[in-house]
C-alpha cells in the first residue's frame, strides 16, 4: 500500500457541494465527505473520480469520467474529484493505497458559518413555497365548495323554479354578504333570455355565484381575487299556472 500527498478542497457546505468545479480558477481538486453518489450532467470538462473510505483508502478509481454520467460507490465514505489536467493527480495510484489529503480553505474563504448563512437565504423562500402552497390549496378548496353550492342552488331551482328558494340554497353554505347571485333564464323554445317570471317547465335555468376571496401568501396578498362557479340545468318544475312555482 502506498500513501499519496495530495492537495484538495473540501467540499462541505450546500453551496460549495452545488457548485463544484463550475466556476474553477485556481483548484484542481474537490474532496466530497459523505457522499457516495456524483453526477457529471453540468460538468464542461472531464474529471477523474477517487472512491475513498473513512480512512483515505482507495476503494474504486474511475478516471476520464465525461459529461452526463452518474456514478456510484455504495461503500465509499467520500469521493476525490479531479480536473483531468490537474498535474497533481497521483501518478501510479492503486486500489487500496491510501490519500494523504491536505485541504485548503474554502472556495469562498471560510466555510465556517456558512449553514447559518445558507439558512437565513433558503429560510423565506422555502417559507414563501410552503405558506403559498398551503394558501392556493385553500383557494381550490373554497373554489370546490362554491361549485358545489352553484350546483345544490341549480338544483333546487330547477325543481322550484323559485329565485328565493336559489338564493335561500346558497346561502345555506355562504353569508349572503360574501356571495353575489346572478340568476339568467333562456327560453327552450327561442334560446333568447327571459325573465325569471316567465321563466317555466324545460327552460333553462343558470346560476353564478361570485365570491370575494383573500389570496394570503407571505409577503404578497391579493385582495381582489375573485372565485366564481356556474351551473345551469333544465327547469323540472311542471306548474303551469303563473307564476309557475313549485312549493
Known amino acids: 500500500m502506498q500513501v499519496h500527498k495530495i492537495t484538495s478542497r473540501r467540499a462541505q457546505s450546500f453551496w460549495t457541494r452545488a457548485v463544484g468545479f463550475l466556476f474553477s480558477r485556481n483548484f484542481n481538486s474537490i474532496f466530497f465527505p459523505r457522499c457516495n453518489s456524483i453526477h457529471t450532467f453540468f460538468m464542461k470538462r472531464n474529471i477523474n473520480l477517487v472512491w475513498v473510505n473513512e480512512k483515505f483508502e482507495v476503494l474504486k478509481i474511475e478516471n ?10 455504495k461503500l465509499a465514505f467520500g469521493v476525490f474529484e479531479f480536473l483531468t489536467t490537474d498535474k497533481s493527480y497521483p501518478s501510479g495510484l492503486q486500489l487500496g493505497d491510501q490519500l494523504q489529503p491536505s485541504f485548503a480553505k474554502s472556495f469562498w474563504r471560510d466555510d465556517s458559518g456558512n449553514v447559518l448563512v445558507e439558512l437565513a437565504l433558503v429560510l423565506p423562500v422555502l417559507l414563501l413555497f410552503i405558506f403559498g402552497f398551503i394558501a392556493i390549496s385553500r383557494s381550490i378548496a373554497e373554489q370546490q365548495k362554491l361549485t ?38 333562456v327560453s327552450a323554445t327561442t334560446g333568447g333570455s327571459i325573465s325569471s317570471t316567465d321563466r317555466r317547465y324545460n327552460d333553462i335555468l343558470m346560476v353564478q355565484i361570485i ?10 396578498t391579493i385582495n381582489d381575487f375573485e372565485i366564481t362557479a356556474t351551473a345551469s340545468a333544465r327547469v323540472l318544475c311542471t306548474e303551469k299556472n303563473p307564476p309557475y312555482v313549485c312549493e
Open 64 to 73: 476520464n469520467v465525461p459529461q452526463r454520467r452518474i456514478k456510484t460507490c
Open 148 to 185: 358545489h353550492t352553484a350546483n345544490y342552488s341549480v338544483q333546487t331551482g330547477a325543481l322550484t323554479n323559485d329565485d328565493s328558494k336559489i338564493t335561500g340554497a346558497a346561502e345555506e353554505y355562504y353569508d349572503s354578504t360574501d356571495i353575489t347571485i346572478q340568476i339568467e333564464s
Open 211 to 220: 365570491h370575494p376571496y383573500d389570496l394570503q401568501i407571505p409577503f404578497l
